[in-house]
Each structure stands twice: as C-alpha cells, then as structure tokens.
C-alpha cells in the first residue's frame, strides 16, 4: 500500500531521529511521510531494526549520527559531505526539532538572508546592517541548487565569534527537503564551517528539522555548538509556526518575493520543475 | 474567497457582507495588535495613535507570517519575519529593510477589511469598507460594553438558546436584584435583544453575535439603562459581574447543545 506520494522522495532517504538518542531511549517512535514508524535498538549487536505499521523496513543506515530510512526503493544514495572526513573537524548533531509547518517552509527560512537581522538580531544579524546585497544562484535540475556570494555582516556569527565582522554564505539545496549552508569560520577565514539541516517530512504541515553540524575544531566545544543552534533555532521555530498556510505555495504571485528572495524564489521554481507536491500547494 | 488563511470554514448560511462585532474597543488599545477570526478568516485588528482601527488580513503578503505577531509602532505595522512596514489606513508597504533604497511597489500591500467603531465595540465588514451599523435600542441611555464570552458553538446554536429564554436582574445592586424573563426580540440571526422593565426603568442587552467559525462564535453584549443609577463603582462593578454570570450560563448552555 502506497500512498500517492512522489517518487522523489517515497524512494529517497531521510533522517529519522538522532542515533544516540535512540541508544539511550532503547524505542522511538516517529512519523515520515504521514507513514508510522517504530524504531528498536537491539543492545546486542547495537543495530536498529524499524517497522513502518507492522512491516519491518529494509533500508535502513546509521550516518551523520543519524538514523536513516527509505520507505520505497532508494534509487540513490544519502548525501555525501566530503568536509565530514576531515580530521581537524568537530562532526555533531544539534538537535531534532519538531515544527507544525510543511517542511520545505523550514528550508526556505535556513535559505533566507534578509530574516537573520530580525528573527536572529544581535547574533546573524543586526539593524541597520538589513540590505541584503546581490548574490548568485544556480539552478539545475539534476544538483539542485547553489547559492554563492552572500554577504552578511554578523554580530556573532558562531558559538566562538567574539566581534562582528562580514560573512561569507552560501548554500547548496541538494534534495527537496535538505539544504546546506556554508559559513566563513571566524578563525580561519578562508576556510568553511557547515550546517547541514535534515529536514524529515512528518505530514504535508509538519515537520522534524534535523541539524548536523561540521565546524573546524578551533577551540570549539561540541556542547556550545549545540547550544547555539538549538538557541538560533529556536528563535525560526515560533516564526514558522505562524506561517499561513502550512504548506507552501508554488504558485507564482501567491507570495511577493523581492531581490532578497531569489534563492526563495529560486527553491521554489526548482521544486515545481521536480514535481514536489508533498509540503505544498501546487502550481496550479 | 481565496482559501489561505481558513482555519475552519464559516457556516454556510452565513453572510459574508455584514457587520460583525469582533472586539470591545476598550480591548484594542494603543499600540497593541488583536488576533479574531470572523466567518473562518483569520484578522489583525489594531489602532494607530490617532486612534484610527485596522482590520487586516492577519498574514504579511510576503511570506504568509501572521501579522498579529508583528509591532504597532503607532503608525505602521512591521512584521515579526523580515521587517516590512505596513502604513496604517491603506495597508501599502512603505519600507523593506533588505531594500533599504527602494520604494516598495504598489502590490506589496496588505489584505484589507472595512473596520469601524460603534456602541463601544469594533466592527468588520469582510467585504465592503462602510460605515458600521447604528444599532442603538435606546436614546439617551446609559451603554456599557459587557465581557464578551468565547464559546464552542456556533453562533446560530448561540441564537436558538438565547431565544428560549434569557433572564436577568434589571438593577442587580438595588431594589429589583433578582433575575427576571427577559422579553426577546430577533432583528436577524445575529442580533437579538433582551429587555426588562419596570415603572420609569428599562434595561436592555444586545446580543451581538460573532461567527468565528462553523464551530465557535463570540458573545457580546451592549448594555443600556435608563432611570436611576447610583453612579458608585462598586455598584457598576456588580452589574457587570451579575450580566458576566448570566451570559455565561448563556455560553454553557449553548455548549451543551453542541
């Protein structure tokens, strides 16, 4: 029994909770794609067994300290982040959050630039500092899409920053519900921190939004990188929940984008083109 | 009608272009932002420092995020999400903060709904921008706003158990303190007044009822008195509490019915 859901993502994986969580839980029970899923951890051999209603799943991984399913057949593999292997990186997960809003609104707003003086003032942003000045995208249908050349001056831009200075961003979007933002590290600055947010789709208007985060050793302690993270999230999570609708639009003109929203825009134009239906409202 | 923003549909029956109560105006105050919902809408109501009220559509066109989290800054209205600025009375976009040398376009404006204010309450009209109706039952009386009470029914159940019967003290601190039948009286599904009299003394409460949606209305109620009142709070204060019980048995009762 298959529900209508598109291929691109009934076939793809998705993280579905935080591996040592799930060690010290023993059982965790979620929802992806409005399908019920129950997670075990066999202590044994520390391996996790899943059911989706009574069936057992087959595709199922442990990486990025996640735990990964695939409710179809995976016809491609879980993304691949070379910046992971580097010794000299702190790899961590911070946090699942769940939020009442479809999940492709989460990845827009991690997308977003002219938001961070507001929502996140005094940390990613500040006023006057709100112009969000021209940036690139490239879109393709296969990678998804790249965003390049963000500039932003930021208060405190990581759990180390100890003055503002200006930031180079960019962002790739390599599935419909993963995107990856890529920052300047504070220290060194020609070298680049990573955010990586999982986003598992829970129903068409909610969603958990997973954080993995790869940032350059450099005095950082992994519990501060958490800290931050779930600090700054929590400051998009009351934001996002009071988005109207839930789901997202794809129609052109249904939401009035301005220059600052091209990567939005962008998103949005590649999802329709990629035929995303779940999580939001089509074009008509 | 678009579709954003219905959280739950109104009744069927119900009329779009009409006056509703949707708040006391006492309630809207300076520089604050009322979230209401009429008919299944969901509406921004705040005043400006002339103390001018606006209805709007409770979403920035931006993005979609509701409004009535935003800032009333006493002349603008600036969203909680990317800082735009909505200008009292029109609605338009006037700044956009990541665009700090533009001048928004005409299309960046907000939705809009006639909004006015009458007998102490604030009115919405969710298609025409007009004047708000002259309901007054009696001339040269004493008007008071009474609590308005949410309840989990729909307005039209709200109605039918009010018109079953309703009782109430004509002068709750004096001389006729005990509740008596009212006599009622239906202008339309949404109106309805209930008096009670004795020699040189009337008092009458109109209903006022709001469709929040197919499953909850508000109730409020404008009070007014003629003959002697005694003028002292302690007595007005005992009114209100004494009409606040009676309509909450109101609201119970037609809960019960749902």
């Known amino acids: ?284 | 009608m678009s579709a954003i923003g219905l959280t739950a549909a109104g009744d069927a029956s119900d009329p779009i272009d009409r006056w509703f109560p949707v708040a006391r105006g006492e309630e809207v105050v300076a520089r604050h932002i009322v979230q209401t919902q009429l008919l299944g809408r969901e509406i921004a109501v705040w005043r400006d420092d002339a103390g001018v009220v606006n209805a709007w559509e409770n979403r920035c066109p931006h993005r979609g995020v509701r409004l009535s989290i935003g800032l009333n800054t006493g002349t603008e209205l600036h969203c909680r999400y990317h800082g735009w600025r909505y200008a009292s009375g029109s609605g338009q976009c006037t700044y956009v903060p990541a665009h700090p040398g533009q001048k928004p376009a005409a299309a960046m404006r907000v939705g809009r709904f006639g909004a006015g204010e009458a007998h102490g309450f604030v009115w919405v009209n969710l298609i025409e921008p007009a004047e708000p109706p002259h309901l007054s039952a009696l001339a040269s009386a004493q008007a008071t706003t009474l609590r308005s009470i949410y309840a989990r029914a729909p307005a039209v159940t709200v109605a039918a158990c009010l018109l079953r019967g309703y009782r109430f003290a004509l002068d709750p601190t004096g001389a006729d303190d005990s509740p008596t039948d009212a006599a009622l009286v239906a202008s339309d599904a949404y109106t309805i007044r209930a008096s009670v009299h004795a020699v040189l003394r009337e008092a009458v409460v109109t209903f006022l009822l709001q469709p929040v949606g197919a499953s909850q209305s508000v109730i409020h109620g404008l009070l007014e008195t003629t003959g002697e009142t005694s003028g002292v709070d302690a007595d007005r204060l005992a009114v209100l509490r004494h009409h606040n019980a009676q309509m909450t048995a109101l609201r119970d009762a037609a809960e019960e019915l749902c």
């Not at chain 1, 839930?246 to 052109?252: E, F, V």
């Open chain 1, 1 to 284: 029994m298959r529900p209508q859901i598109e291929s691109l993502l009934w076939d793809d994986w998705h993280a579905v909770a935080d591996f040592e969580q799930l060690r010290r839980s023993g059982r965790f029970v979620t929802t992806l794609l409005d399908v019920p899923l129950a997670l075990e951890l066999d202590p044994e051999t520390d391996s996790v067994r899943a059911r989706a209603g009574g069936a057992p799943i087959a595709s199922l991984r442990i990486k990025y300290g996640f735990v990964w399913v695939c409710l179809g057949e995976p016809v491609r593999d879980i993304v691949e982040f070379p910046e992971c292997g580097d010794a000299d990186r702190l790899l961590g997960t911070a946090g699942s959050v769940r939020v009442a809003v479809s999940g492709l609104r989460a990845v827009e707003n991690f997308l977003d630039l002219s938001h961070l003086s507001f929502v996140h003032a005094g940390f990613l942003g500040e006023e006057p500092f709100t112009e969000v000045k021209p940036y690139s995208v490239e879109s393709s249908a296969r990678d998804g899409l790249t965003v390049t050349g963000c500039r932003v001056y930021q208060p405190k831009a990581s759990p180390i920053a100890r003055e503002g200075f200006e930031v180079n961003y960019s962002y790739a979007v390599l599935r419909p519900y993963t995107v990856v933002l890529y920052k300047a590290n504070p220290v060194e600055q020609d070298r680049r921190d990573m955010i990586a947010l999982f986003v598992q789709p829970v129903s068409e208007e909610s969603c958990v939004a997973h954080l993995l985060t790869c940032y350059l050793r450099h005095g950082v302690e992994a519990a501060a990188v958490r800290r931050f993270q779930q600090f700054i999230f929590g400051q998009d999570r009351p934001i996002l929940e009071n988005q109207l609708p839930k789901r997202m639009p794809l129609t052109a003109g249904r939401e009035i984008p301005v220059r600052a929203d091209v990567a939005s825009a962008a998103y949005r134009r590649w999802l329709a083109e990629a035929g995303v239906r779940y999580g939001a409202i089509p074009a008509a």
